[in-house]
């Protein structure tokens, strides 16, 4: 069962622009949107606001003036609002779980481009289950025109990143967008040769070419699953995120992978996602796989 499009609201200009860009989504969609509201009673608090009932009924009153505004604009999309108590992080992960999307606000660097990821975003993308898409404040419906695409990293097997790519051609279906699929690739060390490897290799006619095969067999089901999205293969020497970053600026979407493991230290972002979190100047989506 599809779940609902979930956006993760606090009042900020940041979490606005968020809401804004998870009901475009869901009315393409023709998904419900969930409006999730995380509050903690505040025992010293302003006199009139001090009882757990009254900061409760303000926190909803505020979000739903923000939901009043998001159902004007759509009035033919279903939205829920829902005030949970507790920790942001614990309740945006838990909200997550069941969600198709959740969409989460973040501030920009500068006036075009980059993030500024909180510690609160930051763990959230590390502990969802689910995609997380990053909205930053100020981001205008306008990117979202023809001509404009869906950028997907592909890394690894094809497995690895189907969850990624399920995604972006899933988007750019609903949006009748086109689809840049980025495989980066550098030369491995001498070190990480073998005659498996060298053999696979051969085969391909050198390192380009096998890396080309490589996201050409990774966009086969999905070329198939969704025949009317057009397909840019994109194969280039670099690192991964400096790749997709420097087609970032035709992007509507930024779509990368993150590995769903756990370290000494915690659940991890990973590098790729880090570095276009904080510099890409279009919504960027984390998707977790195993």
Same mark, same amino acid.
């Given at each position: ?6 956006? =993760? ?11 804004? %860009? ?5 009315? !393409? ?5 969930? $409006?999730? *509201?995380? %509050? ?16 409760? !009924?303000?926190?909803?009153? #505020? ?10 604009? *759509? ?10 108590? /507790? =920790? ?20 920009? *660097? ?7 990821? =909180? ?16 909205? @930053? ?9 023809? /001509? ?28 009748? #967008?086109?689809?840049?699929?980025? @495989? #980066? ?57 400096? $790749? ?12 990368? =992978? !993150? ?8 659940? !991890?972002?990973?590098? $790729? ?15 977790? *796989?195993?």
């Amino acid at each position: 069962m599809t779940g609902p499009i979930t956006a =993760g609201v606090d009042g900020t200009d940041e979490s606005l622009a968020a809401l804004s %860009w998870a009901a475009r989504e869901a009315v !393409r969609r023709d998904l419900e949107l969930r $409006v999730v *509201h995380a %509050w903690r009673f505040q025992p010293n608090a302003a006199a009139e606001v001090a009882d757990r009932d009254a900061q409760e !009924r303000w926190v909803r009153e #505020a979000a739903e003036r923000s939901v009043a505004t998001v159902a004007e604009r *759509h009035p033919g999309l279903t939205v829920t609002t829902e005030i949970r108590e /507790g =920790g942001p992080v614990e309740t945006l992960v838990a909200a997550a779980a069941d969600a198709e999307l959740l969409v989460l606000g973040s501030r920009g *660097h500068a006036a075009v481009v980059g993030f500024l990821l =909180g510690s609160v975003g930051q763990q959230v993308i590390a502990e969802a289950a689910r995609p997380v898409v990053l909205v @930053r404040a100020g981001d205008q419906p306008a990117i979202e025109a023809a /001509g404009h695409e869906i950028v997907v990293g592909q890394q690894g097997e094809a497995d690895d990143s189907a969850p990624a790519l399920r995604l972006a051609f899933e988007t750019a279906a609903a949006r009748g #967008a086109s689809v840049r699929a980025v @495989r #980066a690739w550098t030369l491995p060390p001498v070190f990480a040769y073998s005659p498996g490897s060298m053999k696979l290799l051969d085969e391909a006619g050198g390192l380009e070419p096998y890396e080309t095969k490589a996201l050409a067999e990774a966009l086969e089901p999905w070329r198939e699953r969704f025949p009317d999205v057009p397909v840019v293969e994109h194969v280039e020497m670099g690192s991964a995120g400096q $790749v997709l970053l420097s087609v970032a600026g035709r992007a509507q979407l930024m779509v990368v =992978g !993150r590995r769903a493991r756990r370290t000494a230290v915690g659940a !991890r972002i990973g590098s $790729v996602a880090h570095g276009v979190l904080h510099h890409a100047d279009c919504p960027v989506a984390v998707v977790p *796989h195993d």
